[in-house]
C-alpha cells in the first residue's frame, strides 16, 4: 500500500494551496480518507477526513477556508487550502483507514505546508 502526497509549498498569508494524495494497493471505495498534520512539537491533529459515502468532517480551525474531495476513479484524495494562515505551517499526512476493519490503516509519507506572515 502506498499513499504518495503532494502540493505542499511555502506560499505567503491569504494565499492557497492544493495538495493532493494518490493511494494505490488497496480497493480505495472501502477506505475512508483525510489529511492530518503536525506542526514542530505538536501533537498530529485530524484537519479533515471524507468518508466512502462522501460525509465530510473539518477541523473547528479550517472550516470554510479548507476543502476536502475524493475521486475514486482516480484512487486521489485532495484537501483545497484557501485563506492560509501561519498557523497553518504544518507537515499534512494523508491517512486511509477502513470504512469496517479500522485496523487497516495506512499513511503517506507528508507534504510540508509553510505559510510566511
Known amino acids: 500500500v502506498q499513499l504518495q502526497a503532494s502540493g505542499g509549498g511555502l506560499v505567503q498569508a491569504g494565499g492557497s494551496l492544493r495538495l493532493s494524495c494518490v493511494v494505490s494497493?488497496?480497493?480505495?471505495?472501502?477506505?475512508?480518507v483525510g489529511w492530518y498534520r503536525q506542526a514542530p512539537g505538536k501533537q498530529r491533529e485530524l484537519v479533515a477526513a471524507i468518508s466512502t459515502s462522501g460525509r465530510t468532517n473539518y477541523a473547528d480551525s479550517v472550516k470554510g477556508r479548507f476543502t476536502i474531495s475524493r475521486d475514486n476513479a482516480k484512487n486521489t484524495v485532495s484537501l483545497q487550502m484557501n485563506s492560509l494562515k501561519p498557523e497553518d505551517t504544518a507537515v499534512y499526512y494523508c491517512?486511509?483507514?477502513?470504512?469496517?476493519?479500522?485496523?487497516?490503516?495506512?499513511w503517506g509519507q507528508g507534504t510540508e505546508v509553510t505559510v510566511s506572515s
Open positions: 491517512n486511509a483507514v477502513h470504512r469496517v476493519l479500522k485496523k487497516y490503516e495506512y
Open positions: 494497493g488497496l480497493t480505495f471505495n472501502i477506505y475512508d
